[in-house]
C-alpha cells in the first residue's frame, strides 16, 4: 500500500508524445502497470491510475487527456459522467465501477457518497483507512522532493488512531429550512453551500454524533431560529461546550430552552456558550460547571481553554504527536529551547517538564496571556514537579528578521509548529545568517551580522499542517541554512478526509549524530 499513486498537478503531468499518424495510446502504455483491460471492456471505460490531493481518482483517455474522477480509486476500471470540460483536463463523477481496487470499502456513515445531498466532511470513507495514510506518506514524499528537493534520511512509522469518533472540534452550520419546515445542523454537502440533512456523524464522538437531532428540535423550537447561523463544538475532558452564534439578543425564553437543553444532557456534559459578535464576545452561560480542558497525563500537564482558542482536533493523536515531538526534540536537563507559534503551550508546557528554560513565542497577545496562565495553573505539575522557567511574549513570526531572531537569544533546540502558511520569515532569517557567515552576500535587513557567539540550534522539529510548506521551508533549512533532514512522517490527525499532517526533523549538518538516531530509529519503520 504505499506504492498508492498520486498524481502530480495537470500543468506537471507527462505529456503525451504525438508523431505524424497522431497521438500515442497513452492507456495502452499504463495497461502493463495495472492489469490487463477486462475482455468485456467497453470503449468508454476508464482505467484509474493515481489519486489527486483532493482524493479524487485520476484517468487518462486514449489521447491522453487527463481525467479527474470524484469517488474513483486507483487500480479501477470505471464510467464517468463529466460535468466540467477544460482544453487539458476534464471533471468527472463515478457512475460505475466495472473492477473495484482492492482497497476500497463500505463507508462507515450513510451520508458519505456522491449522492445528491451527501455530506461533504469526508472525502475518502471509500478507501481502506491503511491505505489513506500511505497515500499521506506519498504526498510528504513527494512535495518534500518536489518542491524541497531534498528526501529524509528515515521515512518514520506514520502516527495513526483512532478513525472514528475523533473530531472533538467542528463548526456545525444552523439553517431553519422553511419550506421543509425544519433545521439542518452540521457540515455542508458535497460541492455545495447546503447543509447536509445529517441526523449521525461518524467521525463526531458518539455522545456528539447523538445530539445532532435533539440540537436541531432545540433551535426549531426558539424563536431565534432564524438568526443562529452556527454552532461550534469544542470538547474536553468531561465537557462538550457548544457555542451558538447569534445575530439578535436571545429572550429569556430561549435562554431558559438552552438551560434545559443543557440539564438533559449533562451526562454529556454539555456547556453553552454564546457568540453575539466576534471571536472575544464568546462567553459562558451554564454556571457551574467544569473547566473546559484537556489533559497530556505523561507530562502531568492540563491545558484549559476557551472553546474559541485553537486546539488540535483530534486529542487521540494529539497526545501522541507531543509525546513523539519531545522525543525527538531530546530535551536535556541543561537545554534552552524555544517554541515557535508556541499557541495556548501545547507543547511549551511539556518542554517545560524536562529543559532548564523555555522561550514561547506567538502571535496573538491574548494566546500569549492563556499561555502565561497555563504555566502558572500547572506549576508545580500533576506530578509534582516544578516547571522550568519559561517566559511567553507576542511577536509578529510573519515578519522575522535576522536582528529579530538574534534577539531572542540563542538555544539548543527549536519546536516550531506554524499554521498553513508555514515559517518561510522565521527559517529564511536563519538561512541568511548561515549564508553571511559563508561569506555570501544578502541584502536588505538580511544583511544583519549577527555576533559570533550566537548560535543557531542543533536541532528542530518541525510540526506542520501544510506538506507544500513544509517542504518549502525544509528546502530552506537543508539547502541555505546548514540543516541535514534527518526524519519525516505523517501524522494522521484527520482520518477519512484529505488533510495531511507530518512533522519533520532537522539537525545541523556538523552536530553529532550520536543520539538522534537512536531517539528517531525506535519508532520509524523498517
Known amino acids: 500500500m504505499s506504492d498508492l499513486p498520486i498524481a502530480p498537478p495537470v500543468e506537471d503531468a507527462p505529456q503525451t508524445d504525438t508523431d505524424e499518424g497522431g497521438t500515442t495510446d497513452r492507456l495502452g502504455e499504463l495497461l502493463p502497470y495495472f492489469g490487463e483491460r477486462p475482455p468485456h471492456a467497453q470503449p468508454d471505460w476508464l482505467l484509474v491510475h493515481a489519486m489527486d490531493l483532493d482524493a479524487q481518482g485520476v484517468s487518462r483517455r486514449a489521447d491522453g487527456k487527463v481525467i479527474f474522477i470524484d469517488g474513483a480509486l486507483p487500480y479501477e476500471w470505471v464510467s464517468a459522467n463529466t460535468y466540467r470540460r477544460k482544453n487539458n483536463w476534464e471533471a468527472a463523477t463515478l457512475t460505475a465501477v466495472h473492477r473495484e481496487s482492492?482497497?476500497?470499502?463500505?463507508?462507515?456513515?450513510?451520508?458519505?457518497?456522491?449522492?445528491?445531498?451527501?455530506?461533504?466532511?469526508?472525502?475518502?470513507?471509500?478507501?481502506?483507512?491503511?491505505?489513506?495514510?500511505?497515500?499521506?506518506?506519498?504526498?510528504?514524499?513527494?512535495?518534500?522532493?518536489?518542491?524541497?528537493?531534498?528526501?529524509?534520511?528515515?521515512?518514520?512509522?506514520?502516527?495513526?488512531?483512532?478513525?472514528?469518533?475523533?473530531?472533538?472540534?467542528?463548526?456545525?452550520?444552523?439553517?431553519?429550512?422553511?419550506?421543509?419546515?425544519?433545521?439542518?445542523?452540521?457540515?455542508?454537502?458535497?460541492?455545495?453551500?447546503?447543509?447536509?440533512d445529517m441526523r449521525s456523524c461518524a467521525i463526531l464522538p458518539p455522545h456528539v454524533s447523538a445530539l445532532l437531532l435533539p440540537l436541531r428540535a432545540l433551535v426549531a423550537g426558539m424563536e431565534a431560529r432564524d438568526t443562529c447561523p452556527q454552532i461550534e463544538l469544542a470538547c474536553g475532558d468531561g465537557v462538550t461546550a457548544l457555542v451558538l452564534r447569534h445575530l439578535e439578543p436571545l429572550s429569556e425564553a430561549d435562554l431558559a430552552r438552552l438551560h434545559a437543553f443543557a440539564r438533559e444532557h449533562a451526562d454529556a456534559g454539555v456547556q453553552w456558550w454564546l457568540q453575539p459578535k466576534g471571536p472575544d464576545t464568546v462567553h459562558c452561560i451554564s454556571p457551574d460547571t467544569p473547566t473546559l480542558s484537556y489533559s497530556l497525563p505523561e507530562f502531568g500537564i492540563t491545558m484549559p481553554f476557551r472553546p474559541t482558542d485553537f486546539t488540535q482536533v483530534n486529542p487521540h493523536i494529539n497526545r501522541v504527536l507531543v509525546s513523539r515531538a519531545l522525543q525527538w526534540l531530546d530535551v536535556q536537563r541543561h537545554e534552552r529551547i524555544i517554541?515557535?507559534?508556541?499557541?495556548?503551550?501545547?507543547?511549551?508546557?511539556?518542554?517545560?517538564?524536562?529543559?532548564?528554560?523555555?522561550?514561547?513565542?506567538?502571535?496573538?497577545?491574548?494566546?500569549?496571556?492563556?499561555?502565561?496562565?497555563?504555566?502558572?495553573?500547572?506549576?508545580p505539575n500533576a506530578h509534582g514537579h516544578a516547571l522550568a522557567p519559561t517566559r511567553f511574549v507576542a511577536r509578529n513570526l510573519f515578519e522575522m528578521t535576522p536582528a529579530m531572531l538574534v534577539a531572542d537569544g540563542a538555544s539548543d533546540k527549536w519546536l516550531v509548529d506554524p499554521p498553513r502558511e508555514g515559517a518561510f520569515a522565521l527559517v529564511k532569517a536563519l538561512a541568511d545568517i548561515h549564508q553571511q557567515r559563508l561569506g555570501r552576500e544578502v541584502e536588505g535587513e538580511s544583511s544583519y551580522v549577527a555576533p559570533a557567539e550566537w548560535q543557531p540550534p542543533q536541532r528542530i522539529?518541525?510540526?506542520?499542517?501544510?506538506?507544500?510548506?513544509?517542504?518549502?521551508?525544509?528546502?530552506?533549512?537543508?539547502?541555505?541554512?546548514?540543516?541535514?533532514?534527518?526524519?519525516?512522517?505523517?501524522?494522521?490527525?484527520?482520518?477519512?478526509?484529505?488533510?495531511?499532517?507530518?512533522m519533520a526533523v532537522f539537525e545541523r549538518a556538523d552536530a553529532s549524530q550520536s543520539r538522534i538516531p537512536q531517539a528517531i530509529e525506535s519508532v520509524a519503520g523498517a
Request: hydrophobic residues 40%; contains cysteine; glycine residues 10%.
Open 102 to 196: 482492492s482497497q476500497r470499502v463500505r463507508p462507515a456513515c450513510p451520508h458519505f457518497g456522491l449522492h445528491a445531498g451527501a455530506c461533504g466532511g469526508c472525502k475518502m470513507q471509500h478507501l481502506h483507512p491503511d491505505a489513506q495514510v500511505a497515500m499521506k506518506q506519498r504526498v510528504l514524499e513527494d512535495n518534500l522532493w518536489h518542491l524541497g528537493k531534498c528526501r529524509a534520511g528515515i521515512m518514520l512509522s506514520p502516527i495513526h488512531g483512532p478513525d472514528w469518533g475523533y473530531r472533538w472540534r467542528a463548526r456545525l452550520s444552523v439553517r431553519h429550512v422553511i419550506k421543509k419546515g425544519e433545521v439542518l445542523i452540521g457540515f455542508h454537502e458535497r460541492k455545495s453551500r447546503y447543509i447536509a
Open 461 to 502: 522539529v518541525y510540526v506542520s499542517c501544510n506538506p507544500a510548506t513544509l517542504a518549502r521551508d525544509a528546502g530552506l533549512l537543508v539547502h541555505q541554512a546548514g540543516y541535514v533532514l534527518r526524519a519525516a512522517g505523517v501524522v494522521n490527525m484527520f482520518p477519512h478526509t484529505a488533510h495531511v499532517e507530518s
Open 339 to 379: 517554541d515557535w507559534f508556541c499557541g495556548l503551550g501545547n507543547f511549551t508546557l511539556p518542554i517545560a517538564t524536562r529543559a532548564r528554560e523555555v522561550l514561547g513565542i506567538e502571535g496573538s497577545e491574548a494566546l500569549v496571556q492563556r499561555s502565561r496562565e497555563n504555566h502558572a495553573a500547572n506549576q
